[in-house]
Nanobody, 115 residues
Framework: QVQLVESGGGLVQAGGSLRLSCAAS????????MGWYRQAPGKQRELVAV???????NYADIVQGRFTISRDNAKNTVYLQMNSLKPEDTAVYYC?????????WGQGTQVTVSS
């Protein structure tokens, strides 16, 4: 079992920045993939960014160049730095970990971007 706890969400004006954190209850050193997803009201959950154990990163096109995912294995934490935020980035952001055949989710953190 892996517990994930997100933090760092909040209200920000368009153009601003936020950094989300995802703290895991266990070592993330060997977790193959960790990522961030988001879900806006009335929409499906969508992938935002993913980072592999070797540091490989992939981003959704809509956040490419604005968001950066990183991981600190020593702190068992994954981050999502979000810059140049837009109102359409408003959503609940969820942390995700793929451990073997199991997928784990955090409880989510709300990000609201005002215009």
């Amino acid at each position: 079992q892996v517990q994930l706890v997100e933090s760092g969400g909040g209200l920000v004006q368009a153009g601003g920045s936020l950094r989300l954190s995802c703290a895991a209850s266990t070592s993330i050193f060997s977790i193959k993939f960790m990522g961030w997803y988001r879900q806006a009201p009335g929409k499906q959950r969508e992938l935002v960014a993913v980072i592999g154990s070797g540091g490989t990163r992939n981003y959704a096109d809509i956040v490419q160049g604005r968001f950066t995912i990183s991981r600190d294995n020593a702190k068992n934490t994954v981050y999502l730095q979000m810059n140049s935020l837009k109102p359409e980035d408003t959503a609940v952001y969820y942390c995700n970990a793929l451990v073997g055949w199991d997928t784990y989710w955090g409880q989510g953190t709300q990000v609201t971007v005002s215009s």
